[in-house]
């Protein structure tokens, strides 16, 4: 596998190009990042092979937010579901590529996949993203029979920041008994805020996210909050991991967030929960925005593998 050295890591040649970067998460970048990432959307050319529908639901303080629904054509109903949250640190929208992702799950996988568009900080700091995230979910869950949704097969998954709220929405529903969700999907997940793992100190100058852009992203989720206080939900590798679905959970090498990813493994199966690990090697956080790697394609199909088995579907992609 060839190889390249970026600064003292061994980055694979893939991703050694990406810029390191510290994010400054002041309102006006932000809105100009977000601003940029709706117009590289605008002008990326799709063609969904699949049905697409658009809905604004209501979250638990009135406000609204919006969902796409892909649901693949000729899908035996009812299907299974799953419901994906971005990434972007808590703060940014979602790019192109989470689209064709969910496409590639919708259509591999063979599910109806519920893109959540939760609202942002730090207009809209913790809960309000993860109340959306949540209130997409009961409405699935409550309108199941309309959507041609099986709601036993039923996952929840997202990257980055959006593991974060995947896997705290997760943990919510079963405290709730809203349902028994059959599947996490955790993408090199925010996990823990007090960053005090070796990687979450240690990594301050790898590409695209680094130690210092993790701490300014925490303190600007949870500003409503003390330092010394960890809000239930908010950083789910705190939280109770009893009674969980099945997991798979992404790691990369150098990311500040591998530490906390692999804690959250060796806590889930200390509760005998079944966990699929890919601890990708030479790797970046966000290292997958690099499509035509083949360390990514692999971990795609992985992931794809990981949702077709807890769907019930006997036939994986990596076979």
Known sequence: MTKTMNNHYDIHTDFAKFPVVTLKFSPVILWLINSLMKVQRYFTKRSYNLGVARHTLTSTDGKPFKIIVMTPHGL???????????????ALSYAST????????????????????????????????????????????????????????????GDSAGGALAAGVAQKAR????????????????????????????????????????????????????????????????????????SYVETAEFDPLKDEGLNYIRGLQAQSIEVTVNETQQTIHGYDGNTKSEIAKNSMLQRIAFLKTTFGFADSPTD
Request: charged share 20%; hydrophobic share 40%.
């Open 76 to 90: 035996k109903k009812p299907g299974p579901a799953l419901l994906y949250y971005h990434g972007g640190a808590f």
């Open 98 to 157: 989470h689209l064709e992702s969910c496409e590639r799950y919708a259509n591999e996988a063979g599910c109806v996949v519920v893109f959540v568009e939760y609202r942002l900080a730090p207009k809209f700091p913790f809960p309000c993203g993860f109340n959306d995230s949540y209130a997409a979910l009961e409405w699935v869950t409550h309108q199941a029979d309309n959507l041609g949704i099986d709601i036993t097969r039923i996952a929840v998954g």
């Open 175 to 246: 405290d709730e008994q809203l349902l028994n969700l059959c599947a996490q999907l955790l993408i090199y997940p925010v996990l823990d805020n007090s960053c005090s793992t070796p990687s979450a100190t240690d990594f301050v100058d790898v590409p695209l996210w680094n130690a210092t852009s993790n701490r300014r992203m925490w303190d600007m989720y949870l500003s409503g909050y003390d330092k010394s206080e960890t809000p239930l939900y908010a950083a789910p590798g705190f939280g109770e991991l009893q009674a969980l679905p099945p």
